[in-house]
């Protein structure tokens, strides 16, 4: 070939055939290296130490016992939206409307919360708020799943669409039919037999989630749902040809996902807020897909990475108080931790090859 | 002429994967200027080993001589570097451009827009970014390359308007056009019409005799008695030995290939038949936009014999299979089985009744790539109590010992047994699990879509055997495949379909293949047609 018409890419990517597992670990620990060295930059440049940023980060995170309470907090609800969408994903239905599903339970559990507190006992009021929560969000996950069934619609942009829905539905039920003191745009405080019980200085909420961890596991690795979702995710086509029903499969699994994030939802309104608002998701629908993502779908991997990120958020939020650095700032700092560690599974699969130099073609084609 | 220089030397190649050895300690010589076979079953290693010599893997250990000197072909650019070319089994086209743009792909040639043309010389003919993709030379390059070898391509012709056939010529063209002197076809048949494969060992003919050294992989031993000078063959990732072609016969070479004598001809007895299991009337199929691909399609299947039905691609076979299976809905018509109406019925209802499906795509519809074996012999009765486990679980260890037994019984050869990854398997073994699936729930009606296609002559005897086992054993069994020989061989009757209509069936040995052919070609239809129109 002559040499004038090649043109070699400086660089380019190729699929990896098969790679040493302690390899693929090398190169999970190297990204996170990157990730935290990559995370200094932003501080350099505002003029902090990054070292005492990280440090306060830990710190703020696990220093003192609350703090480990507030992280854990936190965790809670991402780890359990995560089991949610893991079977999704699985399947390859891009569920990202667990912030509306979220929110749909949490609407269903206020509901009992409000208007039947005095009515029932306080363990049969939860039971009937988890009950509707998971409803409810079950059905806010179904509706999208069941256009899909019928008539193919794009599931990424519909449930991406009805979590829109869902919180203007809750500012209108805040300045509306809920309203508490008149004109204050805020639906009041639940009642004490609405709040979940707290176990180790938290609400029990992080009981149902563990629950949740070992159910999901042996729901999508033992079940035979598990397996109608395994082969659906890996071929459509051979799921339909071995007489599953694609479409009725996709609407259960979309029922159980949403149902699961109702409970998130009654989770979030019964044990932290105690109240709802338009903000009761608070984006960890969208973070939980990193969950996901990061642990590869593996419920117990999930436990980690939710506790991870939580210890992120709370300790960019101490950051923000004691160096008295924007929330932007610590924010983007979370952006780059993540991108790292979300792109080192690129180089698990894929490798880089760079243009050889000009040489040795010319050595090799002798 | 074929001289004693060896143009390809590839010494003691070794090539492992998790598992499974691809190549162990293989040699191949390729002497320049001739046609030289490598045969061997699916897995036997063969892809591996082109793989290597192409770049797209790396052997663990081995040297790689082209024209006597060592290479390190590091990747695909290197290799095309050294002159070699490949036509690849599933073509790497472009499927909207045209066959020039397509062939000039990642090497265009580009003219600055700034730069003046002198004397056809280009002045800076890559200054920058803002050159210009000029395809006026390649063109009349595309041009006279097809000329030179009898290709007869239109280099401006838009790739999905042309057939397959031409499609892989351009692929031809491809390896020409970056002057490649060594040229491997991989599996170069296994897409083509007869009248295709005929030109095709010519247009192979012709770049021999204009100097070009030729690697056939195969498992069709009739190409290989037909072109090729010598022959390599691979065995289960070893190097069995080299012959010259003349020198051995068809069952030789298959003896070599598979490590024992082979039939080709298959021993069966008389059919013992019974009533009518699958019958269908007037069936019209549309395809997914809507065009009528099935019409008026009429015709039965007796418990005890294989209906076969013979055609060209494309003529309606495909979407007949769906509406049997039930992945489609037809239009009008009738599909009965044993007696019962089955039109509007579900995929699963269907199985349940006895509809066994070998499909023809095996990646796209009979398996799950990313499942093991034991997960995809169960894909369609999981859901019975046989494999439950309490609560709604699947009992893994019934599920192992399922597949077990198959892998045992239909001699699926696996790097990990029941655990191995379905997409691992060679086409073969792939097949075999579905083969052994579809046997194993015993259908009363199997209906087989290309069953060997593909796969080479130790496993097609084995499917084939299988599936006449099927039918002695009582079962209905419709055989749909476009190869002729497969459906003369194995069929006791042959009906024959040309445009969505079944139009003629025959006993079997009552017709010639000739006629069939003639008949799936849709001649004699049109004929038929002149004379009505006469009449």
């Given at each position: ?51 005492k940023a ?27 939206c ?39 006992p ?39 669409m ?18 508490g003191?008149?004109?204050s ?182 | ?13 070794t ?35 082109m ?11 081995g ?131 007869p ?12 770049l ?76 019209c ?60 019925m ?29 997960e ?36 699926i050869r ?24 579809e ?11 290309q ?85």
């Open positions: 070939m002559s040499s004038e018409t090649v043109n070699i890419p400086f660089v380019r990517l190729a699929k990896r055939e098969s790679m040493d597992p302690r390899k693929v670990w090398a190169i999970r620990i190297g990204s996170i290296v990157i990730a935290i060295l990559l995370g200094m930059l932003p501080m350099f440049i505002t003029g902090n130490n990054p070292f990280y440090q306060i980060i830990i710190s703020g995170a696990l220093g003192k016992p609350i703090y480990i309470k507030q992280t854990i907090k936190i965790a809670i609800p991402l780890l359990g995560a089991l949610a969408i893991a079977p999704c994903f699985k399947m390859r239905f891009w569920n990202i409307g667990a912030e509306g599903q979220i929110t749909a339970g949490a609407i269903a559990a206020s509901y009992f919360a409000l208007n039947w507190y005095d009515k029932v306080s363990f049969v009021l939860l039971a009937i708020m988890f009950i509707a929560a998971t409803i409810a969000g079950g059905i806010w996950g179904l509706i999208p799943a069941f256009f899909k069934a019928k008539w193919n619609t794009n599931e990424t942009l519909f449930t991406l009805m979590n829109y829905i869902i919180i203007g539905i809750v500012s209108w039920l805040q300045g509306g039919p809920w309203e003191r008149k004109g745009q805020i639906i009041p405080m639940f009642n004490d037999s609405a709040r979940l019980p707290v176990v180790f200085g938290i609400h029990c909420g992080w009981i149902i989630v563990l629950v949740l961890v070992i159910l999901m596991h042996i729901y999508m690795n033992y079940t035979k749902h598990g397996y109608e979702i395994a082969v659906i995710g890996d071929s459509e086509n051979t799921a339909r040809y071995a007489g599953m029903n694609v479409g009725r499969i996709m609407m259960r699994t979309m029922f159980l996902s949403g149902g699961i994030c109702g409970i998130i939802g009654f989770i979030v309104v019964t044990g932290a807020n105690h109240t709802l608002y338009n903000g009761v998701a608070n984006g960890v629908g969208f973070t939980s897909i990193t969950v996901a993502w990061l642990s590869q779908l593996n419920a117990f991997a999930m436990i980690l990475i939710s506790i991870m990120l939580a210890i992120l958020t709370k300790g960019s939020n101490t950051l923000q108080t004691k160096l008295k650095v924007p929330a932007s700032i610590s924010d983007i700092v979370i952006g780059i931790l993540l991108f790292c560690m979300l792109s080192c599974e690129f180089f698990i699969n894929y490798k880089l090859i760079f243009r050889p130099r000009k040489t040795e073609i010319k050595e090799a084609s002798v | 002429m074929v001289t004693d220089d060896y143009a390809i030397e590839m010494l003691g190649i090539k492992t994967f998790p598992g499974i050895i691809a190549n162990d300690n293989i040699t191949l010589r390729v002497k320049t200027n001739e046609i030289h076979a490598l045969l061997g079953e699916n897995g036997a290693g063969k892809s591996t080993l793989s290597v010599l192409f770049g797209a893997y790396s052997a663990d250990s040297i790689i001589k082209i024209h006597g000197q060592a290479v390190q072909i590091k990747d695909p650019n290197v290799a095309t570097e050294l002159g070699i070319g490949m036509v690849h089994q599933h073509f790497k086209l472009v499927h909207n451009y045209t066959v020039t743009e397509n062939i000039v792909l990642g090497k265009e040639p580009r003219r600055s827009l700034f730069a003046r043309t002198v004397n056809d010389q280009k002045i800076n003919p890559k200054k920058g970014n803002f050159s210009i993709v000029s395809l006026g030379s390649a063109e009349k390059k595309v041009k006279s390359l097809s000329d030179r070898y009898g290709l007869s391509v239109d280099p401006k012709a838009k790739i999905e308007d042309i057939t397959v056939g031409m499609q892989q010529r351009v692929e031809i063209l491809k390896t020409l056009y970056s002057d490649s002197d060594i040229i491997i076809f991989d599996e170069p048949t296994a897409v083509l019409t009248q295709e494969i005929d030109e095709l060992m010519q247009i192979i003919l012709r021999k005799k204009e100097g070009k050294t030729i690697i056939l992989i195969t498992h069709k031993l009739k190409e290989i008695k037909k072109v090729a000078d010598r022959c390599s063959v691979l065995r289960r990732g070893k190097y069995i030995g080299t012959v010259n072609v003349q020198d051995e016969s068809e069952e030789d070479l298959a003896t070599m290939m598979v490590g024992r004598p082979v039939s080709f001809e298959i021993e069966k007895q008389k059919a013992n038949l019974g009533r009518k299991m699958l019958e269908v009337n007037d069936l199929v549309n395809d997914s936009l809507g065009a009528e691909k099935v019409k008026n399609c009429s015709f039965y299947v007796q418990s005890g014999e294989i209906l076969g039905i013979a055609g060209i691609d494309g003529n309606g076979q495909s979407e007949l299979l769906q509406a049997l299976s039930g992945l489609t809905t037809p239009e009008s018509g009738e599909i009965l089985l044993d007696g019962k109406l089955i039109n509007k579900s995929i699963r209802e269907r199985i349940e009744d006895g509809l066994g499906y070998i499909p023809e795509d095996r990646q796209k519809y009979g398996l799950v790539s990313g499942m093991t074996i034991a995809n012999c169960v894909l369609k009765d999981f859901y019975g109590n046989k494999y439950s486990g309490k609560l709604g679980t699947l009992n893994f260890s019934h599920m192992k010992s399922n597949s077990d037994a198959l892998i045992e019984q239909f001699d696996s790097g990990q047994g029941s655990e191995t990854l379905a997409g691992s398997l060679s086409g073969g073994n792939q097949q075999k699990v579905i083969v052994a699936r046997i194993s729930l015993s259908p009363a009606v199997l209906l087989v879509a069953p060997t296609r593909g796969l080479d002559v130790g496993a097609i005897e084995y499917i084939r055997k299988r599936i006449v086992e099927e039918r002695d054993k009582g079962r209905a069994i419709l055989l749909i495949s476009f190869e002729l020989d497969e459906i003369m061989n194995l069929c006791d009757r042959i009906a024959t379909i040309s445009k969505g209509t079944i139009v003629g069936t025959f006993k079997a040995g009552e017709v010639s293949a000739n006629e069939i052919g003639l008949m799936m070609a849709g001649v004699k239809a049109r004929k038929e047609e002149a004379d009505e129109k006469k009449a």
